[in-house]
């Protein structure tokens, strides 16, 4: 891992950093090694696939990085200042401030409109774009007045995505965005991500089991038993458009 991520253009700036982290569960007696000394660095503006089995510690690299979870022991930066060293305090403002968070489940208030829901947001955040702006961004600004139970699954996480860019965070986190929908609607959120990428030049990770959607990304990392096994740049991103499985 090291030796490949060295081979990167030294110009190029890294400001979300992991060193050697490791993650240790204890269930009763088990112990659960879930990272086994991880070392990564994310990219400005680049957009990253996290690909694995289900147990390869795919998400807890990425919660580590944004400041939901403790590494047992290694360490992790945000440009200069260390989230592993941070208090809850600081771990708030630093996930309020600088990380959108995307999960497989949409979790929106029923009883709130689209809007609303990425207002939630946006009344907290230091530096938030519009919340209408924000739906704009993922194609549902003509959805702003509808209610989640009045909207697809596919759109519903299309909110969930401009709840979370609203705030205009410097790193966007999608644990397995598309993992419960089907293709078609999978791809209407993927070209969102995209977007979103492309456009805010937000540094994105995404977290999938689908090997196909790898090729839409500028690196891969692949995860196995807790380690990045292989690290893959890809000469072009293939538009999320363009995929299907």
Same mark, same amino acid.
């Given at each position: 891992? !090291?030796?490949?991520?060295?081979?990167?253009?030294?110009?190029?700036? =890294?400001?979300?950093?992991?060193?050697?982290?490791?993650?240790?569960?204890?269930? #009763?007696?088990?112990?659960?090694?879930? +990272?086994?000394?991880?070392?990564?660095? +994310?990219?400005?503006?680049? +957009?990253?696939?996290?690909?694995?089995?289900?147990?390869?510690?795919?998400?807890?690299?990425?919660?580590? *990085? #944004?400041? *939901?979870?403790?590494?047992?022991?290694?360490?992790?930066?945000?440009?200069?200042?260390?989230?592993?060293?941070? /208090?809850?305090?600081?771990?708030?403002?630093?996930?309020?401030?600088?990380?959108?968070?995307?999960?497989?489940?949409?979790?929106?208030?029923?009883?709130?409109?689209?809007?609303? /829901?990425?207002?939630?947001?946006?009344?907290? &955040? &230091?530096?938030?774009?519009?919340?209408?702006?924000?739906?704009? !961004?993922?194609?549902? #600004?003509?959805?702003?007045?509808?209610?989640?139970?009045?909207?697809?699954?596919?759109?519903?996480?299309?909110? &969930?995505? =401009?709840?979370?860019? =609203?705030?205009?965070?410097?790193?966007?986190?999608?644990?397995?965005?598309?993992?419960?929908?089907?293709?078609?609607?999978?791809?209407? @959120?993927?070209?969102?991500?995209?977007?979103?990428?492309?456009? !805010? #030049?937000?540094?994105?990770? *995404?977290?999938?089991? /689908? &090997?196909?959607? =790898?090729?839409?990304?500028?690196?891969?990392?692949? !995860?196995?038993?807790?380690?990045? @096994?292989?690290?893959?740049?890809?000469?072009?991103?293939?538009?999320?458009?363009?995929?299907?499985?």
């Amino acid at each position: 891992m !090291l030796a490949r991520e060295q081979s990167l253009p030294s110009e190029r700036e =890294a400001p979300i950093r992991g060193r050697a982290l490791t993650k240790l569960y204890r269930v #009763g007696e088990i112990e659960v090694r879930a +990272l086994r000394g991880v070392d990564v660095d +994310l990219f400005a503006a680049e +957009l990253v696939v996290l690909l694995g089995p289900s147990g390869s510690g795919k998400s807890t690299l990425l919660n580590i *990085l #944004g400041g *939901l979870d403790a590494p047992t022991s290694g360490h992790a930066y945000f440009r200069d200042q260390e989230i592993t060293a941070f /208090n809850q305090s600081q771990l708030t403002r630093y996930r309020r401030d600088h990380v959108g968070f995307v999960f497989q489940f949409y979790n929106l208030m029923p009883s709130l409109t689209a809007e609303e /829901n990425v207002s939630l947001v946006t009344e907290i &955040a &230091a530096r938030a774009m519009p919340a209408a702006d924000a739906l704009d !961004l993922v194609g549902l #600004g003509d959805r702003r007045a509808h209610f989640p139970a009045q909207l697809s699954g596919g759109e519903q996480q299309r909110v &969930a995505i =401009a709840r979370a860019i =609203a705030k205009q965070p410097d790193l966007l986190l999608c644990d397995e965005p598309t993992g419960a929908l089907d293709s078609k609607t999978g791809i209407l @959120v993927l070209e969102a991500i995209e977007r979103i990428n492309r456009e !805010l #030049g937000t540094t994105t990770v *995404l977290i999938t089991h /689908n &090997a196909i959607i =790898a090729d839409m990304a500028d690196r891969v990392l692949a !995860l196995a038993d807790g380690r990045i @096994v292989d690290v893959r740049e890809n000469a072009s991103r293939r538009s999320a458009r363009d995929l299907s499985w």
